[in-house]
């Protein structure tokens, strides 16, 4: 069956701090791996798309990689501000019947506090 | 419009009462899905279209889920004799391109959906 796991489950830092979340994944076959922040009581928007050939992609101060052999991702995010507090999702794509088909991860609920 | 529009952003219903909701995808895009998002959890899947056609339903958890797209833009997702396991976010994203191609995927804000 196809997984996604994410981990931690939650996390608080402080402002101004790095950290890095981790995505395991079971999807077979592999199309691409996404990441997004879904702030409370709004929709996810994406930060990064990457697919098989693409180890690592950045946009501003996050910075995701990926290792298709291990089948994991990490987000890493530099120098954290208190607006990054929000839930961060990895979504794995695999192909199928209809073209794909997109497995969320459970997210990390990442707390930023001053 | 600018992004992926959904209403209503909340509807509290009584068990059994039937509701519908909206979502009005960006401009011109060919993909459209419904997610169902409990709390603390990442969205579950529940059905796809590329244009009006429904290519994907696997995701409906009942015969009571309904979804249509008539016109290929507008979408409407339909839960009759409402459960209070129906409670939940509803998340509607659209996308340009057509799903087996890698396209980014726009959320719109949700319709929370409680059940009394």
């Known amino acids: 069956k196809n997984q996604v796991e994410q981990s931690p489950q939650s996390l608080i830092i402080l402002e101004g701090k790095n950290c890095t979340l981790q995505?395991?994944?079971?999807?077979?076959?592999?199309?691409?791996l996404r990441w997004y922040k879904q702030d409370t009581g709004r929709g996810p928007v994406s930060l990064t798309i990457?697919?098989?050939?693409?180890n690592t992609k950045s946009n501003g101060r996050y910075t995701a990689t990926l290792d298709a052999d291990t089948k994991q991702s990490s987000l890493h995010i530099t120098a954290s501000q208190l607006s990054d507090s929000a839930s961060y999702i990895c979504?794995?794509?695999?192909?199928?019947?209809?073209?794909?088909?997109?497995?969320f991860g459970p997210g990390t609920r990442l707390s930023v506090l001053p | 419009g600018a992004g992926v529009s959904q209403s209503p952003r909340y509807k509290v219903a009584k068990r059994g009462q039937d509701v519908a909701l909206r979502c009005d995808p960006i401009?011109?895009?060919?993909?459209l899905f419904w997610y169902q998002q409990a709390l603390g959890q990442g969205p579950e899947f529940l059905t796809y279209?590329?244009?009006?056609?429904?290519?994907?339903k696997s995701g409906l958890p009942s015969d009571r889920f309904f979804a249509e797209r008539p016109e290929g833009s507008v979408s409407t997702l339909k839960i009759q004799r409402t459960q209070q396991e129906d409670s939940a976010v509803y998340l509607c994203?659209?996308?340009?391109?057509?799903?087996?191609?890698?396209?980014?995927?726009?959320f719109g804000e949700g319709s929370r959906l409680t059940v009394l």
């Open positions: 990457m697919t098989f050939s693409e």
């Open positions: 995505c395991n994944y079971t999807v077979s076959p592999f199309s691409n």
């Open positions: 401009s011109g895009h060919v993909s």
């Open positions: 994203a659209s996308s340009l391109v057509a799903v087996e191609l890698t396209g980014e995927l726009f």
């Open positions: 279209f590329q244009n009006e056609a429904q290519l994907d």
């Open positions: 979504v794995v794509s695999a192909r199928d019947n209809y073209g794909q088909n997109f497995v």
